[in-house]
């Protein structure tokens, strides 16, 4: 048996993507401690780990970030971004070293997991000489090869225009967007006594041991160039809930004969108003049933959005399991958070996205790239280019015949059990990345 320690920022998505790997370690006889936010202790503790709580580290529980960080409020695309970085994920860095030395101290760990966003845990790993692996639920961030810097959502290019282009949004990026976030990161690592890294922020936030991320690689730029530590794992999938009630009309998904249209803002946009409302009213006129998510917010408030009772076509619950969902839906409307947007891809469902907070834009990017669906480069996009892009990819097959493609790669793991077993071979310090498990977790 081994001990592990995971660690996640408060962010709802980031905390259960989580959950697969802590499942399956825990199922495999290795105790695990999770530091997280408190909000998701009891949910941590009913899959066998024991939750460590935050103590200097701010617990904001996702749903309180611009409380916690007002300067945050109308940032869009890579000033939110490095804003984000600075304050958020570099800037709670040395709370989380002071959180975790002592927890550490009193019960030393064979190695640690964390997302790529909880910064100085790997720096306390590298202190301590505990091994630590990242995982990533976004877009995998570079900062060098082909790929077009990470940030403002731009799309691959061939040739010696392409070169240019990189070169001077990457100069960019690292004179003011993350320069910060990374004069942050630096002055940390020399406060802990800790050599010069060498590499930039984002290329930190994934561990040169041991890095698990969330897709495949037909959904991500130049998989081919990415580091060796980088492991593809798939989608993010969460164990069934054990007690989840369907709602009154799920039967119709069964019967319906109409495409079924999801629509869903994930768990940290709790303005309906940004996609789910003129998605709604995009819909309502057409031959479709519309299955719509809120992610708690109360269906009365849905109403008052909309100025009246949701459209005859549309059902709205506050949450469904994607893994029973999917399976009945034509298109995913959304906003472009990873995870909901691999699990769709999972199932080989085609997506229209609209979205550029936090990193959708990335996403948007990949989606475009890809071919699984269409993006749409806004936050607020009107009805009409909203019943526009459902049509489009409604009545253009390559974008399922695309999102097909990405969905049977993707149905090839378990990152669950992937992670569990890559993780194992880091605890007991063979490299998982060198032989023959790595390479069938990889490739297969």
Known sequence: MSRFLLATVPVPAHTRNAMPFAARLVERGHEVQWFASRRFHDGIAAVGATPVPYAATRDFDGERLLEEFPQLAGLRGPRAIGRAYADVFVGEAAHRVADLAPVIAAAPVDAILCDGLTYGVGLL?????VPVATFGDGPLPRAHGRSPAFGPGLLPMDGPVSRLRNHAVRTASRRWVFAEAQERYDRLRAELGLPPDGRSVLEASVSPLLHLQACT??????????????HWVGALRPDPPAHWVPPPWWAELRTATQPVIHVTQGSIRPDMGELVVPALRALAGEDVLVVATTGGVPSERLEALLGGPVPANTRVATFVPYDLLLPHVAVCVTNGGYTGVTTALHHGVPIVQAGSTEEKAETGARIRWSGVGVRIRSTRPTPRRLRAAVRRVLD????RAAAARVGEEMRGHDAGREGAELLERLADRRPPMTDGLARRVTHE
């Open 217 to 230: 690689p037909s959904f991500e730029y130049d998989a081919a160039d990415v580091p060796p530590s980088v």
């Open 396 to 399: 253009q097959p390559s974008y």
């Open 125 to 129: 790993g590298e202190l301590l000489g």
